[in-house]
């Protein structure tokens, strides 16, 4: 079974960091390309970053550009994402999801997906 667990979330101020894991299992990592996508109560789930297969390419939404970093481990078949200068406004549960196709903002093009972990940013 494809399986995608995020890890990392917790609660942090404004202006702190957080670094968010998502570990895969049951596919071939290297041949996903992955995203990250947040939402919050009341609101569509929304892009946020996402890495090629091979980690050459990255793309992130405006909101976070400068401030988010997308990585990936092959080695430990992980995801990552870096999260510095967290505003109030990047709370909400953050997901991982792998595609094996091209990377993309579309959540529709994405075949797994994890169950989330909850990123508070207090004032």
């Known amino acids: 079974q494809v399986q995608l667990v995020e890890a990392g979330g917790g609660l942090v101020q404004a202006g702190g960091s957080l670094t968010l894991s998502c570990a895969t299992s049951?596919?071939?990592?290297?041949?996903?390309?992955m995203g990250w996508f947040r939402q919050a109560p009341g609101k569509e789930r929304e892009f946020v970053a996402a890495?090629?297969?091979?980690?050459?390419?990255?793309y992130y939404a405006d909101s976070v550009k400068g401030r988010f970093t997308i990585s990936g481990d092959n080695a430990k078949n992980t995801v990552y994402l870096q999260m510095n200068s967290l505003k109030p406004e990047d709370t909400a549960v953050y997901y991982c999801?792998?595609?094996?196709?091209?990377?993309?903002?579309?959540?529709?093009?994405?075949?797994?997906w994890g169950r989330g972990t909850q990123v508070t940013v207090s004032s």
């Open positions: 890495i090629s297969t091979n980690g050459a390419n990255t």
């Open positions: 999801a792998a595609n094996r196709g091209y990377y993309s903002s579309y959540a529709a093009a994405y075949d797994y």
């Open positions: 049951g596919l071939t990592f290297a041949s996903y390309a």
